[in-house]
T-cell receptor
Framework: DVKVTQSSRYLVKRTGEKVFLECVQDMDHENMFWYRQDPGLGLRLIYFSYDVKMKEKGDIPEGYSVSREKKERFSLILESASTNQTSMYLC???????????FGPGTRLLVL | GNSVTQMEGPVTLSEEAFLTINCTYTATGYPSLFWYVQYPGEGLQLLLKATKADDKGSNKGFEATYRKETTSFHLEKGSVQVSDSAVYFCALSGPQAGTALIFGKGTTLSVSS
């Protein structure tokens, strides 16, 4: 089975802190994605990556950056956390040539 | 561009009731269509998918048929259980190969015994 893990299930941070959310997949997938999920808004794509060191902006990249130094790991960075970034963050991966995405369990982030 | 519209919830049903969650889409080309399910406190899991017109996806008693003429992919189950309580997301593949799935806003289903 494909396994996508996220470093934390719950995280509480202060406004202005730099926050790192880590995602690791164990199936050698080329593509990885970060979404945020908010009530009434569904899933919105923040960034995705189709290869090591490659990244593409999604629909809502403002206030976020990403890093993909190794194929299995895709990090989401909040440079200076703000309260409007309180949300559920979901990571997903997908092998090249397939359309099905595989999701991690999510990280619920609270910014105070 | 590609987009997905789902019926708004919450949907509240009694156990063994019939379920329909409507999903319609707008797309260029011939996208693949998906239903994902999110159980409380968890990430999304693929429930079923269909890759071309008239295909029927099915899993765990759920079914959905890819209807190109009505641009729909409605999710159905004949008899829901309490354990089906979750959020259901309809999604379609992006307009270009290699892009992310496009998701609807999700429909919350609550089943009581």
């Amino acid at each position: 089975d494909v396994k996508v893990t996220q470093s934390s299930r719950y995280l509480v941070k202060r406004t202005g802190e730099k926050v790192f959310l880590e995602c690791v997949q164990d199936m050698d997938h080329e593509n990885m994605f970060w979404y945020r999920q908010d009530p009434g808004l569904g899933l919105r794509l923040i960034y995705f990556s189709y290869d090591v060191k490659m990244k593409e902006k999604g629909d809502i990249p403002e206030g976020y950056s990403v890093s993909r130094e190794k194929k299995e790991r895709f990090s989401l960075i909040l440079e200076s956390a703000s309260t409007n970034q309180t949300s559920m963050y979901l990571c997903a991966s997908r092998p090249w040539g397939e359309e099905t995405q595989y999701f991690g369990p999510g990280t619920r982030l609270l910014v105070l | 561009g590609n987009s997905v519209t789902q019926m708004e919830g919450p949907v509240t049903l009694s156990e063994e009731a019939f379920l329909t969650i409507n999903c319609t889409y707008t797309a260029t080309g011939y996208p693949s269509l998906f239903w994902y399910v999110q159980y409380p406190g968890e990430g999304l899991q693929l429930l079923l998918k269909a890759t071309k017109a008239d295909d029927k996806g099915s899993n765990k008693g759920f079914e959905a048929t890819y209807r190109k003429e009505t641009t729909s992919f409605h999710l159905e189950k004949g008899s829901v259980q309490v354990s089906d309580s979750a959020v259901y997301f309809c999604a379609l593949s992006g307009p270009q190969a290699g892009t992310a799935l496009i998701f609807g806003k999700g429909t919350t289903l609550s089943v009581s015994s």
